[in-house]
């Protein structure tokens, strides 16, 4: 039985490739876009993994999604790139909103 292709999660390399990330930033803060579940590697975990090893913001494409990991009990800063859905759960889950246009 052929499956296709697959993904294999590997928090180890997520964590290593943001120290290299953090190094090319030289100091400069690194914010992890977990977006889309975190491409399919599970947002919570990775975001978890990734605030532990020193991410103070993270970024999402959609208010759902930030819901998530604040349920998760993520306290992280959240922005949010996409959305312009419910401004009151901007408020109520403390997210950060982009502003898409004048």
Do not use: P, Q, W
């Given at each position: 039985?052929?499956?296709?292709?697959?993904?294999?999660?590997?928090?180890?390399?997520?964590?290593?490739?943001?120290?290299?990330?953090?190094?090319?930033?030289?100091?400069?803060?690194?914010?992890?876009?977990?977006?889309?579940?975190?491409?399919?590697?599970?947002?919570?975990?990775?975001a978890?993994?990734?605030?532990?090893?020193?991410?103070?913001?993270?970024?999402?494409?959609?208010?759902?999604?930030?819901?998530?990991?604040?349920?998760?009990?993520?306290?992280?800063?959240?922005?949010?790139?996409?959305?312009?859905?419910?401004?009151?759960?901007?408020?109520?889950?403390?997210?950060?909103?982009?502003i898409?246009?004048?």
């Open positions: 039985m052929e499956r296709g292709a697959i993904a294999e999660i590997n928090l180890d390399a997520i964590s290593y490739n943001f120290r290299i990330a953090g190094k090319i930033a030289s100091g400069r803060a690194v914010i992890a876009v977990v977006k889309a579940d975190a491409y399919g590697h599970g947002a919570i975990a990775v978890s993994r990734l605030l532990r090893e020193g991410v103070t913001h993270l970024a999402v494409a959609y208010i759902s999604e930030a819901v998530a990991l604040r349920k998760a009990g993520i306290k992280a800063g959240i922005i949010v790139l996409f959305d312009k859905g419910d401004y009151d759960d901007y408020i109520k889950y403390k997210l950060i909103t982009v898409h246009d004048i």
